[in-house]
């Protein structure tokens, strides 16, 4: 169990770093695509912050993308140390993908893109359409998530156990 904790936490760092990386440094608008409709259209292409800010910015991601990809390598280490079956697998998967999303819905979707100066704070343009109401904004592809998330983990899952078992 603590495994999976620690590679929850690691996924959420993981997806923050990814965040700040592509908002605060790299300001590529088609790595917004899943921000709301209302915050793209205001928000102007921009060059670099500084010079470097698109390599700090991609390095951030970088150790973002390893943050990620090391959760889930830390929780099959891990798996195959204590021998998991498919099915310990398959909850240890499903626990870090839902905990990531309710970490998606609740810090990024509630707290950062409506109720935090994050966004406002890179992009002043959007102060005047950022809302609480823009809430639930994208609740269609987090339900669509919660779905694919469990033929994706039981996937895994087989995999993992037909190889560690």
Not at 25 to 39: C, G, I, N, T, W
Not at 136 to 158: Q, R, S, T
Request: proline letters at 4%; hydrophobic letters at 55%; aromatic letters at 18%.
């Amino acid at each position: 169990m603590i495994i999976t904790i620690v590679s929850i936490l690691m996924i959420m760092v993981g997806y923050f770093l990814m965040l700040y990386g592509a908002v605060g440094f790299v300001q590529d608008k088609r790595l917004f695509s899943s921000a709301p409709k209302e915050y793209l259209a205001v928000i102007p292409d921009k060059k670099e912050r500084f010079r470097g800010a698109h390599i700090v910015g991609w390095a951030i991601v970088a150790v973002a993308a390893l943050l990620l990809i090391g959760a889930f390598v830390l929780g099959i280490w891990d798996g195959a140390r204590n021998d998991f079956g498919p099915l310990q697998y398959f909850t240890r998967f499903l626990t870090m993908l839902y905990g990531m999303e309710i970490y998606d819905i609740l810090f990024f979707d509630w707290y950062l893109l409506c109720h935090s100066n994050f966004f406002p704070h890179f992009y002043p343009e959007i102060k005047d359409v950022m809302s609480p109401q823009m809430f639930g904004f994208n609740k269609k592809e987090h339900i669509a998530h919660f779905i694919i998330y469990i033929p994706a983990c039981a996937v895994m899952a087989l995999g993992c156990g037909a190889l560690f078992s």
